[in-house]
């Protein structure tokens, strides 16, 4: 449940702070009549995450309990992982520009005469976030349960459109160095839970004969199938009977990715869209 959250919660907040600052420039140019250009774009990136997040699960669907299911799972966590932390990364580096890049790339359609290049940046945009999530909740699919993965996203998106509309109609600021690093931070747990589960799937095929050894039991007290321990489980990557290469994998990445996260320069300027 945190872990579709969180990952909601960042990817609406994003996808909807794009969407107001385009609208907020033509409001700005008194071009509302292009709306609808942002909204094309909006709606067909829904279109096809929505597409692609059905394909895949159908797909994954068709090999349930087989090795292959096992293999895409594991490649399904690895590509999540990745993604998640140059996305985190990229996204606390451009953060301050954000807002600036967007209003170049409008001012340069209308220049240039090319109106459906507005729908081009919203569809590029909405449409980035939107795969993502396709590939993030696919991956937490695979580990919690489905009541709990709908009851985390319904939240996140919430609370995402939420935190945007009061930027955006309310004007209100906020800092988004402080932002992107509490959700950087938070994110970073969560890939490492990813790298640890990926792990696991390649010892349990033997693709990795290396740490196989449980450092632990704790299902007594914790139990992976109940509803708190699907939760630690989900977000955090807690194993009840984790390998020895799983610990390692998980605290390593850990340290890394948090102290170079921590580490790298970021913007500490602050964001606020107004609809003027």
């Known amino acids: 449940m945190l872990g579709s959250f969180l990952i909601f919660f960042r990817e609406a907040f994003e ?13 700005q140019i008194n071009r509302r009549d292009r709306f609808r250009d942002v909204l094309i774009g909006v709606f067909a990136a829904i279109i096809l995450s929505i597409g692609v997040g059905i394909a895949i699960f159908l797909t994954i669907h068709d ?41 170049q790339k409008m001012s340069a359609a209308f220049q ?5 290049s507005i729908s081009l940046v919203a569809f590029i945009t909405v449409g980035r976030e939107g795969i993502e999530t396709v590939v993030f909740m696919i991956a937490i699919a695979f580990q919690t349960k489905p009541i709990l993965l709908i009851s985390g996203a319904t939240l996140g998106l919430f609370a995402g459109l939420s935190l945007s509309y009061l930027i955006y109609v309310a004007g209100r600021r906020i800092n988004m160095r402080h932002f992107f690093t509490t959700m950087g931070t938070l994110l970073m747990l969560f890939g490492a839970g ?23 039991n ?28 799983q610990v390692a994998i998980y605290l390593v990445y850990l340290a890394v990715m948090v102290y170079a996260y921590l580490r790298k320069g970021s913007s500490k300027s602050k964001l606020t869209v107004t609809p003027s």
């Open 218 to 245: 704790t299902s007594s007290w914790i139990n992976e199938n109940s509803t708190f321990g699907d939760i630690l489980h989900s977000f955090f990557g807690y194993a009840a009977n984790p390998s020895a290469l």
């Open 112 to 116: 240039h005469g090319m109106m459906w």
């Open 15 to 27: 996808a909807s702070m794009i969407c107001s600052i385009m609208f907020a420039y033509l409001r």
């Open 63 to 103: 090999y349930a309990g087989t090795a292959l299911q096992t293999k895409i799972e594991s490649f399904t966590y690895l590509i999540a992982a990745l993604i998640l932390t140059y996305m985190t990364f990229w996204m606390k580096k451009q953060s301050r520009f954000l807002k600036r890049d967007i209003e």
């Open 194 to 216: 990813l790298l640890s589960n990926a792990v696991e799937d390649w010892q349990q095929l033997g693709w990795i004969p290396l740490g196989v050894h449980p450092l632990w």
